[in-house]
T-cell receptor, first 115, second 114 residues
């Protein structure tokens, strides 16, 4: 039973470029959340997708956008990259129930470095 | 706004118990979580507790929740070298609509002395 998988594992970009990160949720999960973890910090919530729609967003600018596909996989897009966007980007998946979502399970992340 | 605070470092001797503490500010928190992160890896869910519970035990792990003081702790019994990692406390608020983005602390580095 595969857990949450993310690709690529590492990525190097330059300022002003655009990047797309990908996530496949754990089998049976239908909800995907994205987090940014800067060095030495805890993860910061970016947004959450369910039923192919963004249903909650953290305090991140519009340069950060996402998408969820019918198979529940998800993409995170970041435009006009800044040096401060260098971080580990974590994807988490969970299963939505009528009494609330089950706990989120995380992938190993994509390490994004901006030069 | 929401805030989660943790001590940055904890050093314990192998075989002793480790107690990692966390405080949070959001009174509408519904679930509280403990995650473990090893170097170069993602977050591993260790355990979680619903806000109407006081305690939860799972093998070597014991979670205590004091909702009045908004204080959460994780006790690891018989700490081993493999427990060396960063431990994150996270809270989930009832934001409505079923959405549940988590708010994390900065993490506690658990250092095991031989």
């Amino acid at each position: 039973d595969a857990g949450v998988t993310q690709s690529p594992t590492h990525l190097i970009k330059t300022r002003g470029q655009q990047v797309t990160l990908r996530c496949s949720p754990k089998s049976g999960h239908d909800t995907v959340s994205w987090y940014q973890q800067a060095l030495g910090q805890g993860p910061q919530f970016i947004f959450q997708y369910y039923e192919e729609e963004e249903r909650q967003r953290g305090n991140f600018p519009d340069r950060f956008s996402g998408h969820q596909f019918p198979n529940y996989s998800s993409e995170l897009n970041v435009n006009a990259l800044l040096l401060g966007d260098s971080a580990l980007y974590l994807c988490a998946s969970s299963f939505h129930t009528n009494t609330g979502n089950q706990p989120q399970h995380f992938g190993d992340g994509t390490r994004l470095s901006i030069l | 706004g929401e805030d989660v605070e943790q001590s940055l470092f904890l050093s314990v001797r192998e075989g002793d118990s480790s107690v990692i503490n966390c405080t949070y500010t959001d009174s509408s928190s519904t679930y509280l979580y403990w995650y473990k992160q090893e170097p170069g890896a993602g977050l591993q869910l260790l355990t979680y507790i619903f806000s109407n519970m006081d305690m939860k035990q799972d093998q070597r792990l014991t979670v205590l929740l004091n909702k009045k003081d908004k204080h959460l702790s994780l006790r690891i019994a018989d700490t081993q070298t493999g427990d060396s990692a960063i431990y994150f406390c996270a809270e989930r608020s009832d934001s409505g609509g079923g959405a549940d983005g988590l708010t994390f602390g900065k993490g506690t580095h658990l250092i095991i002395q031989p």
